[in-house]
């Protein structure tokens, strides 16, 4: 029994994670070597899951279930909604000209990588653009706080990258952000990040 829980929780934990990808069915071979246990455990762990709303069965396979993903982004959000928002609040009585610099190349990378329709490496410079934003908060816990919510958005963004269509409004959310960041308008860039941020959600969670 034990071991039967052990199983179950690092599993769980893979699904908590974003760790797996919701678009395509769970590789039951892969969390037997990962959770180093035997086909028999993992199967009873899923339909363990699958009780719990976490997993479903469909066609013969299993899939980390929509609403569970969907549950795990929003609790991320209404963390990160507001604590990004008091990021970019901070930021804009706090950015140095060397960050506002650094973010104006970004934006011109965004618009070249834009043009090639590279949505990996707009997913890639996004992070980029986010992380100086928490650097220049100048608040080292709010920005390991953050970063580490960002890199589970990131996974899963990641996961919808092949289904995802124009992101042109959302390049430009970035422009709008630098603008209140340089202005110094701390309103104005708390209430662009959280509509940013918003978005995103939206587009990501309709793609899986």
């Keep these: 029994m034990e071991r039967v829980n052990q199983v179950y929780q690092h599993v769980r934990q893979m699904v908590l994670n974003l760790e797996l990808d919701p678009t395509q069915p769970i590789d039951e071979k892969l969390l037997v070597r990962g959770t180093e246990g035997t086909a028999q455990l993992v199967q009873e762990t899923l339909r363990r899951l699958a009780e719990e709303d976490v997993v479903v069965r469909r066609r013969g396979r299993w899939y980390v279930a929509p609403a569970a993903t969907a549950s795990i982004m929003r609790e991320i959000s209404e963390v990160r909604t507001t604590l990004e928002g008091m990021c970019a609040r901070l930021a804009a009585e706090r950015i140095s000209e060397e960050d ?24 890639a410079l996004d992070q980029k653009f986010h992380r100086l934003l928490y650097e220049a908060s100048g608040n080292r816990f709010l920005a390991r706080a953050l970063d580490e919510m960002y890199t589970l958005i ?55």
């Excluded at 506002?100 to 997913?123: C, S």
């Excluded at 952000?177 to 939206?202: C, M, N, P, W, Y």
């Design 100 to 123: 506002i610099e650094k973010m104006e190349h970004l934006l011109v990378d965004f618009e070249r990588v834009f043009r090639e329709g590279d949505n990996q490496a707009l997913l």
């Design 154 to 208: 990131y996974r899963l963004s990641y996961f919808a990258l092949d289904r995802i269509a124009s992101v042109r409004s959302n390049v430009e959310e970035h422009r709008d952000i630098l603008q209140a960041l340089k202005a110094g308008d701390a309103r104005t860039a708390e209430r662009v990040i959280q509509h940013h941020i918003a978005h995103f959600q939206s587009m990501v969670e309709n793609l899986l």
